[in-house]
């Protein structure tokens, strides 16, 4: 299905192209980082070193001044612990890597308006355990998409607004959940018990999303931008449970709303940037704890609200400058009917809430004109009213410190 994205997609470049006799330019842009360190996660110890990589390539095909195709490698390995949300919550994992391949094609119609179209394909393996096998990962995942975006110019002023549709598979995840012996964070009897019942694939889904962004200009360097996202998702195999515990014919439902509202104030040596992203996330799946003969309707329905100032500048020489950046993220989120639980798995009254913290900063120092010295540190903490983490990770803190270099193209 990947290969049919991307040869629609070159499709269109060969229609709208209008002359790839004239001479056509080939501008490669990449980076490529390494760095080693230290994280700590709660209750542990300094880890041995650690390695996390990113890379980017691409090799900019410009046909002529108003049309040019971008293909695009992006992958990177992370090699330390983290807390990723999966399934509806926390899940700590190991290690992960992922790799993705895409085509974008730029169109200018006039200096004002431009159309862009997309398609690509990212694979992601996560590892729960050191001793796990890439590639055999429970929450692995293959994702296509495609997409177009069209963005018009105004002098003070500019417009996006797009659309793609994509589908995300979990190829491992059936045969694997239903193993006894296969070790995961995750309560694997759970999640047997679903898979066997509710449906044979029952994360893969297929989504469409629309984006609409309003940027204005304003004087003194000072940039405003509204931005609004929905994605829906139609799970093609998850049966909606009911509450008797039993499973339905419907098949599960998502919509992800996401307001970003974002100040930006730039000069030639520092830049300031303020947004507050509001996020509403609806599902008609549902929750019946059969140990506490529990139901809870619309379990993954949360609101969630993150502010993330940050802050960066350079210092010293203009043509190679010490760059220094400064981020802090507060987020939180509250469950519209997901109740708290005690230790013992005891339900309290109130429903979940979560509120997380994280502080980061990274200093680059330029080496040679294309390589430079890099050290990074971030910490995070997450606190919350659920006390039962068999299933999902609420409660925690980590801290990593990196030094590497980064190479540019």
Do not use: C
Request: proline letters at 3%; glycine letters at 6%.
């Amino acid at each position: 299905m990947n290969r049919n994205v991307l040869g629609l997609l070159l499709g269109a470049v060969l229609l709208v192209t209008p002359d790839l006799s004239a001479e056509i330019k080939v501008s490669p842009v990449g980076s490529f980082t390494l760095l080693g360190g230290q994280y700590w996660m709660t209750n542990s110890v300094p880890t041995a070193l650690a390695g996390n990589a990113n890379a980017f390539f691409s090799p900019v095909i410009n046909f002529s001044a108003s049309s040019a195709l971008l293909p695009i490698y992006t992958g990177s390995y992370r090699g330390t612990k983290d807390v990723r949300e999966l399934v509806g919550g926390g899940t700590l994992t190991q290690e992960s890597q992922d790799h993705s391949l895409s085509l974008k094609y730029v169109y200018k119609l006039s200096p004002q308006l431009r159309l862009k179209a997309r398609g690509g394909y990212k694979i992601e393996f996560l590892k729960e355990t050191k001793d796990e096998t890439w590639g055999k990962g429970l929450f692995d995942y293959k994702k296509i998409i495609g997409g177009v975006e069209v963005e018009r110019f105004w002098n003070s002023a500019n417009i996006r607004a797009g659309a793609d549709y994509y589908t995300m598979v979990y190829p491992n995840y059936q045969s694997l959940v239903t193993q006894d012996e296969f070790q995961t964070s995750i309560d694997t009897m759970t999640y047997a018990e679903l898979s066997t019942q509710a449906g044979t694939n029952i994360l893969d889904y297929s989504a469409v999303s629309v984006t609409a962004e309003y940027t204005r200009l304003l004087p003194k360097n000072l940039n405003l931008t509204a931005r609004y996202d929905l994605a829906l998702k139609n799970f093609v195999d998850q049966k909606i449970v009911d509450e008797t515990g039993e499973f339905t014919s419907d098949l599960r439902k998502d919509a992800a709303h996401y307001l970003t509202l974002s100040a930006n104030l730039g000069t030639p040596r520092a830049a300031l940037s303020i947004a507050d992203s509001i996020q509403y996330y609806a599902s008609n799946q549902n929750s019946f704890d059969a140990a506490n003969s529990k139901y809870t309707s619309k379990y993954y329905d949360f609101i969630q609200n993150a502010v993330t100032p940050s802050v960066s500048f350079a210092l010293g020489a203009k043509d190679a400058p010490v760059k220094f950046s400064l981020l802090w993220e507060l987020s939180y989120r509250l469950y519209a009917q997901r109740l708290a639980q005690n230790d013992d798995a005891s339900y309290k009254d109130s429903k979940v809430n979560q509120l997380v913290n994280t502080m980061g900063f990274s200093i680059s120092y330029p080496l040679t004109k294309n390589i430079s010295a890099r050290l990074s540190s971030s910490y995070s903490d997450s606190s919350s009213n659920m006390r039962y983490e068999k299933n999902y990770k609420y409660n925690y803190y980590s801290f990593n410190y990196f030094a590497g270099v980064t190479l540019e193209l």
